[in-house]
């Protein structure tokens, strides 16, 4: 059990770190831009499973620019 405590405390400790500054010529994006998967249908809803689950969002829900 102290094994996990510690592994937590650890954890917490790393994660209160500063994230590091951009290297040159890096960019960041919006994380809006990011998907799990593609649309997959046949110009309705989405059919994808995901984890069990189908996702049924609007095609244009997956097509980003």
Sequence with gaps: MTDLLARIERLEK???TAT??????QEAISVATI?????EGAHGPCEAELFGTVCRAHRDDH???
């Design 63 to 65: 097509e980003y620019i």
């Design 14 to 16: 790393t994660l209160t």
């Design 35 to 39: 998907r799990h998967h593609a649309y």
């Design 20 to 25: 590091p500054a951009p290297l040159p010529g």
